[in-house]
């Protein structure tokens, strides 16, 4: 669900944001990757 189309951008959006969210809690070592998408 990252490569979402622009047609669903926002929704897209959304659910990426949660994923980053959840991964940095999850993997606080790695640095948050560079959201171009938004």
């Known amino acids: 669900m990252g490569c979402d189309p622009p047609t669903s951008n926002f929704n ?3 659910v990426g944001y949660g994923s980053l969210m959840g991964g940095l ?3 606080p070592h790695q640095p948050n990757p560079p959201i171009r998408h938004l």
Request: charged share 15%; no cysteine; proline share 0%.
């Open 12 to 14: 897209g959006s959304i």
């Open 25 to 27: 809690k999850l993997n």
